[in-house]
């Protein structure tokens, strides 16, 4: 099977709500899209938000309104995912420049270049991911439709704890969640994240 109809197979499937199948068609088309959130982030925006967090909030759309897609044949699925980080790009600069005009509002403090290094060694830990994902690049992609896979609260508390870096406590609060269950519900987002990654890796990298 070529290419094209290997891809055309995929679409299928994950129009028909294979999520797995459509983090398989994020992992083909992630490096294009990077490099065009890459020159479309301002060296001023690039100061506060990473191209990892605008991909993760295209994933996570992509994701949930697959159905939505209306299948024109050849790269009609590539230049959907095209709009839909058009979309979140213009949100992100409109709202960096609405926080220029009004001092009281902030873009939140940039994570941690490691940041999404650090959550995918953490979440390979002890499992039998093959090492090969440990590439820059490959784990980026991974991890990103791993993550817009994830139930919302799995996404939330990964993203405030481990991404952010929050103290338990202030994740706690802005989960309105104690801070036993917070715990209890990073390390199952952990461990979904981890079986997610674990099947990714796989597809990514047929034997």
């Given amino acids: ?82 709009q839909v980080l058009e979309s979140k790009l213009a949100d992100v600069h409109r709202h960096y420049h609405a926080a220029v005009r009004d001092v009281r509002r902030e873009i939140r403090p940039p994570r941690s270049q490691s940041g999404y290094q650090s959550l995918a060694a953490q979440a390979a830990l002890d499992s039998q991911t093959p090492s090969r994902i440990a590439a820059r690049e490959e784990t980026e992609a991974l991890l990103l439709a791993a993550l817009a896979g994830l139930s919302d609260d799995h996404r939330r508390v990964l993203e405030l704890r481990c991404l952010n870096g929050l103290p338990l406590a202030r994740v706690a609060e802005l989960m309105e969640r104690s801070e036993p269950a917070v715990q209890m519900l990073l390390l199952r987002a952990i461990r979904h994240l981890r079986d997610a990654l674990q099947h990714l890796s796989r597809l990514a990298n047929p034997a």
């Fill in 1 to 82: 099977m070529g290419e094209e109809a290997t891809v055309q197979s995929w679409l299928a499937r994950a129009l028909q709500g294979d999520v797995l199948a459509v983090q398989k068609l994020i992992l083909i088309h992630h490096q294009r899209l990077r490099a065009i959130s890459e020159r479309r982030l301002s060296p001023e925006l690039r100061a506060k938000i990473e191209p990892e967090d605008i991909l993760q909030l295209v994933y996570v759309d992509v994701v949930r309104n697959i159905r939505t897609f209306q299948d024109h044949g050849g790269d009609s699925f590539y230049q959907w995912m095209v």
